[in-house]
């Protein structure tokens, strides 16, 4: 697919990423079987509706997926102050020495010091509790700083497991489920720390990674632990304005190295998911394997790395319709999401897939 030259040239403000979505096309619940979702090839001049299930088929010999491996953790918990209101905490991140990070919904915040009881699992009842020390990581942020604790000094990992809730994203409006224990994590999710799944990599199951190792498609992860900042949209009409959130990612030297053999057999990188993209593309410009990145990928963004790129349908106005923008071309991506809406595709975290090929040559 050639560069899109305007990509390049035009100033992109946040209403150009603006879109009309039926709320019945926002998907509520997986698909029955993983890989039986739809997906959009969006690789040729021509968009080609297929079912996930056909992505090998798409693929070559040599060529290497990489995959986010973070877990999501039960992050959502639920309290009541001394007086009697209402609170809700959602674990952005663990700090160490029982500390965490959260995004608070309360009516009225509680005092610095105060000691929130936290509900517990039925038939689990261990004095669980949230202590606030202040804001995080600064005094300004809308994050704030707690100490978790119960009588059996557990670790907030383990008082999350037992007591908190799947952390479903703002648009699914069902309470979590034993479906969503299962549905809303990858089959191969191995670090915990993520408050949202890695979405793009909910479609795949064992039966396509057979199917992938018998063709001589490699495989390879990262962790991103993605925070909730991942639904927030963007707000400021000029995007060089906006504060892109923070994330911490992790690239093995095993999977540094899978890039190094795949780009010299000429095998594509092929990215799942927007996660993924961030993570390779955070360590190819800094050269950090490991730490936090904020990067915002928009149209004229270069990638050094990635030539594919499996993902979701993204929210209106947020910073992954962006990246895709710039991965893509924003013409080209406005016109797929034009036609998806006009087919039916089910859309965001439980929705449809789509295939995407970079717009221009990397160096």
């Not at 160490?96 to 959260?102: E, H, I, M, S």
């Not at 993570?279 to 270069?302: H, Q």
């Not at 790395?305 to 895709?324: A, W």
């Amino acid at each position: 697919m050639p560069l899109h030259p305007s990509d390049a040239d035009r100033v992109y403000t946040l209403s150009d990423f603006d879109f009309e979505l039926p709320e019945a096309l926002i998907a509520q619940h997986p698909a029955p079987e993983r890989s039986g979702s739809r997906l959009l090839d969006g690789t040729g001049a021509t968009s080609v509706d297929r079912i996930f299930r056909e992505l090998p088929s798409l693929l070559k010999t040599g060529d290497l997926l990489v995959f986010n491996d973070t877990k999501v953790i039960n992050a959502r918990l639920f309290g009541e102050k001394a007086t009697g209101g209402k609170v809700e905490l959602l674990i952005e991140r663990v700090l160490g020495g029982n500390q965490v990070a959260a995004h608070m919904r309360v009516s009225k915040k509680p005092e610095v010091g105060a000691t929130i009881k936290m509900t517990c699992a039925p038939g689990q009842e261990d004095g669980l509790s949230a202590t606030l020390l202040g804001r995080w990581p600064n005094v300004d942020g809308p994050i704030y700083r707690f100490v978790l604790s119960n009588d059996r000094g557990d670790d907030p990992y383990t008082l999350m497991e037992r007591h908190g809730h799947v952390p479903l994203p703002p648009y699914i409006t069902h309470s979590d489920s034993p479906e969503d224990v299962q549905r809303y994590q990858t089959v191969f999710a191995k670090n915990p720390g993520a408050v949202a799944a890695p979405t793009a990599a909910l479609h795949f199951d064992e039966a396509l990674f057979a199917q992938f190792d018998a063709m001589g498609v490699s495989r390879a992860h990262v962790t991103l632990h993605v925070g909730a900042g991942t639904f927030q949209p963007v707000k400021t009409e000029n995007l060089a304005e906006h504060q892109m959130h923070s994330e911490w990612y992790d690239v093995p030297a095993a999977t540094q190295q899978a890039i190094a053999e795949c780009k010299a057999r000429g095998g594509r990188i092929v990215a799942v998911g927007t996660t993924t993209v961030r993570t390779l593309e955070s360590w190819a410009k800094t050269g950090l394997a490991s730490g936090d990145t904020n990067i915002f990928i928009t149209p004229g963004f270069d990638f050094q790395l990635i030539d594919l790129l499996v993902t979701n349908f993204h929210l209106p106005k947020s910073s992954l319709m962006m990246l895709v923008s710039a991965f893509a071309g924003y013409e080209h991506i406005m016109g797929l999401y034009g036609e998806a809406i006009a087919r039916g595709y089910r859309f965001f975290s439980y929705g449809d897939a789509m295939l995407l090929e970079r717009t221009r040559a990397l160096p």
